[in-house]
């Protein structure tokens, strides 16, 4: 996404423009728009995606759909490596690591930040790690995603 953090940085000055941002990420990979997120806060090294609670994230029992967990991570993961990587790099991601902590009963946040530093990073596999938390706080959910990096063609 061409410069990512340039554009949250100019729509979160306005009333209702993390929720914009969110919606034109959802334009850009409309798969993410299942989970109607928004993007609470975006800087390189972090990135938060509220979810909230309702009935198109449910499951069977009520609570949260572990897909629909997996896929917060993946759209904050994403983000945090797009605004953290050189605009040199490109990445994509490899593979995820889950695991279920806790029933999701509530509205969530993922948090999201690469585990390795990133000055001098040339490239390969880039792991980020997402935790999610519900309103009082208690991790859900932990992913650790598989980010393949490598320099951009062209």
Known sequence: MADTLSLYNRFRRFPLGKGLFSRAICLKAPYFRSISPLVSELKPGHCEVQMRKHRAVTNHIGTVHAIAMCNMAEL????????????????IPKGMTVEYLKKAETDLVATARPLVAIDGFAGGELPVEVLVTDTAGDIVFRARIAMWVSAKKG
């Open 76 to 91: 904050s993961g994403g983000l945090v490596t797009d605004v953290t990587l050189p605009a040199s790099q490109r990445w």
